[in-house]
Nanobody, 127 residues
Framework: QVQLVESGGGTVQAGGSLRLSCAASGRTSASYALGWFRQAPGKEREFVAAHSWSGGNTNYADSVKGRFTISRGNPKNQVFLQMNSLKPEDTAVYFC????????????????????WGQGTQVTVSS
């Protein structure tokens, strides 16, 4: 059992920045990837970014490339999402997810590959 808790959501004006945090606890694999997904009202959940256990491999959705940066904390049970140049279309509930038991370089985008999910944190970008 793994628990994931997100924090850092809030309301910001377009062009502003927010930093999301996620911490994993419980029984975790020695190697696991952490990623971020988001879901807007009336929309399906979509991939945002992922970070491998080691080696610094990252994966970003085209819609956030150049604006968002994902990083692993120390210890590695933490992951962060620095969101800059926010747009109203970034408004969504953001979820942290863990892909456990994978190779150290893995950072996949597929939602079905992730094993554990947090409850989400709301990000609202006003115009």
């Amino acid at each position: 059992q793994v628990q994931l808790v997100e924090s850092g959501g809030g309301t910001v004006q377009a062009g502003g920045s927010l930093r999301l945090s996620c911490a994993a606890s419980g029984r975790t694999s020695a190697s696991y990837a952490l990623g971020w997904f988001r879901q807007a009202p009336g929309k399906e959940r979509e991939f945002v970014a992922a970070h491998s256990w080691s080696g610094g491999n990252t994966n970003y959705a085209d819609s956030v490339k150049g604006r968002f940066t994902i990083s692993r904390g120390n210890p590695k049970n933490q992951v962060f999402l620095q969101m800059n140049s926010l747009k109203p279309e970034d408004t969504a509930v953001y979820f942290c997810a863990a892909d456990v038991g994978v190779e150290w370089w893995t950072a996949v985008a597929g939602e079905a590959e992730y094993d554990y999910w947090g409850q989400g944190t709301q990000v609202t970008v006003s115009s």
